[in-house]
């Protein structure tokens, strides 16, 4: 199974700049086959932020982060970045690392995934 490890959250400003990464272990490089970032806040659901195609490169970017937030992917180092631009206090939330059939991301289906990481932290404040 692969394994996740995230890292970059932190506190920042609205208008600052995080970049998140998540380092994989084991094979994700598969036809099909994402890697991306959920995000939650207290006493709601993980909703999709982003997620990458690992043998295609193409993204997804939903509708609130789109034009201030990048995901990209280094395959030599099996890692996936969420570079954050222009954060908002709407953005404050434990952000999730995650790998799965490319399926379950289209469909933001949590419950589909292979593997999680154990989540980072961002707080914006205004």
């Known amino acids: 199974q692969v394994q996740l490890v995230e890292s970059g959250g932190g506190s920042v400003q609205a208008g600052g700049t995080l970049r998140l990464s998540c380092v994989a272990s084991g094979n994700t490089l598969r036809p099909r086959y994402c890697m991306g970032w959920f995000r939650q806040t207290e006493g709601q659901g993980r909703e999709v932020v982003a997620y990458i195609y690992t043998s295609g490169g193409g993204t997804f970017h939903a509708d609130s982060v789109a034009g201030r937030f990048t995901i990209s992917q280094d395959t030599d180092k099996n890692t996936v970045y969420l570079q954050m631009n222009n954060l908002k206090p709407e953005d404050s939330a434990m952000y999730y690392c995650?790998?799965?059939?490319?399926?379950?991301?289209?469909?933001?289906?949590?419950?589909?995934?292979?593997?999680w990481g154990k989540g980072t932290l961002v707080t914006v404040s205004s």
């Open positions: 995650a790998a799965g059939a490319s399926m379950e991301w289209v469909r933001g289906r949590d419950n589909g995934m292979d593997s």
